[in-house]
């Protein structure tokens, strides 16, 4: 099992930065690949953000590729997004997502997610 907990969402004005992070904790921490962050906005499913491998291969949605970037610390297990040039569009449920490869399976761990919300 994996434990996922984010941070770091809150209430931000049309063109100012937050930093969300997510710290992941568990037995099977150490089969952890991939971690990424995905967005959830009311009625809708779940939309990637951004991942980042544990060699630090990253991939970017296109509404957010020069605006966020995911990074990670791979020793603190801990992987974070910083958004800048927030928009209004932006506003939705952040979640932390990890990947645990089992060599046969994958297992795919959420954590319970953070708000964002921008202001115009």
């Known amino acids: 099992q994996v434990h996922l907990v984010e941070s770091g969402g809150g209430l931000a004005q049309a063109g100012g930065s937050l930093r969300l992070s997510c710290v992941a904790s568990?037995?099977?921490?150490?089969?952890?690949?991939?971690m990424g962050w995905y967005r959830r906005v009311l009625g809708s499913q779940p939309e990637l953000v951004a991942t980042?491998?544990?060699?630090?291969?990253?991939t970017y949605a296109d509404f957010w590729r020069g605006r966020f970037t995911v990074s990670r610390d791979n020793v603190k297990n801990i992987v974070s997004l910083q958004m800048s040039s927030l928009i209004p569009e932006d506003t939705g449920f952040y979640y932390c997502?990890?990947?645990?490869?089992?060599?046969?399976?994958?297992?795919?761990?959420w954590g319970d997610g953070t708000q964002v919300t921008v202001s115009s």
């Open positions: 568990g037995d099977d921490v150490d089969d952890i690949t991939v």
């Open positions: 997502r990890a990947d645990a490869d089992h060599d046969t399976y994958v297992d795919h761990f």
């Open positions: 980042i491998s544990n060699d630090g291969m990253t």
